[in-house]
């Protein structure tokens, strides 16, 4: 079975312009997850999905950041203009439902570097 | 507001020695506990989490750790390291009804032969 898929792996583009990252979570998770990981830091929580209804986006810098989940399936994560301080991993993860007995499931990251 | 606290930042050993990688959390309410870990250019995967019963839980590769409530700590342990268990380690809580998960900062174990 695949595991959660994210493209692309790695991006670097030039502040201020738009740049936007891709998920596929595994099939039949009702749960989706966007994280972004600085530098020597833990992953912190932008916005989570319960099928297509973004229902925590407290953490999402919502001046520049925008997310979809259309379909309740794919997710897609946007920054428009990137600025420095966004150079990070940015992680999704998905669970079959929102309940500390099921494991989320994480992909391999996008690594966005802003010059 | 819940808190993550991992004491190490690197942590080196040598192939089959013990490790103890350490983890601290703050929180007002019960909480469930996670460790993940992140190998070499892949995702991060759950190593084994705390949630109720007994405080000592184990994962399949011979780490364990021990829920701690007194010393608000959930420590992760393995009596002997195999090169292959080198990777990044990240301690997690939920807590609440926020239910999201809080990380520390992560420890990267290393282990030499």
């Known amino acids: 079975e695949a595991g959660v898929v994210q493209s692309p792996r790695y991006k670097i583009i030039e502040k201020k312009q738009p740049v936007a990252f891709w998920c596929n979570p595994i099939?039949?998770?009702?749960?989706l997850y966007w994280y972004r990981q600085n530098l020597g830091q833990g992953p912190e929580l932008l916005i989570r999905?319960?099928?297509?209804?973004?229902?925590?986006d407290s953490q999402l810098p919502k001046d520049r950041f925008s997310a979809e989940r259309l379909k309740g399936v794919d997710s897609t994560l946007k920054i428009q203009p990137a600025e420095l301080g966004d150079s990070a991993v940015y992680l999704c993860?998905?669970?079959?439902?929102?309940?500390?007995?099921?494991?989320?499931?994480f992909g391999q990251g996008t690594r966005l570097t802003v010059v | 507001a819940q808190s993550v606290t991992q004491l190490d930042s690197q942590v080196p050993v040598f192939e089959e020695a013990p490790v103890e990688l350490r983890c601290n959390y703050s929180?007002?309410?019960?909480?469930?506990l996670f460790w993940y870990v992140q190998y070499p250019n892949q995702g991060l995967q759950l190593l084994l989490k705390?949630?109720?019963?007994?405080?000592l839980v184990e994962s399949i590769n011979g780490f364990e750790a021990e829920f701690n409530k007194s010393q608000t700590s959930f420590h992760l342990r393995k009596p002997s390291v195999h090169i292959s268990d080198t990777a990044e380690y990240f301690c997690?809580?939920?807590?609440?009804?926020?239910?999201?998960?809080?990380f520390g900062k992560g420890t990267k174990l290393s282990v030499k032969p």
């Open positions: 997690a809580v939920d807590g609440g009804s926020q239910g999201n998960l809080i």
């Open positions: 099939s039949g998770h009702n749960t």
């Open positions: 999905y319960e099928n297509e209804e973004a229902v925590d």
């Open positions: 993860a998905s669970s079959p439902s929102f309940d500390m007995n099921t494991e989320a499931f």
């Open positions: 705390y949630l109720s019963g007994s405080t």
């Open positions: 929180s007002s309410v019960s909480v469930y």
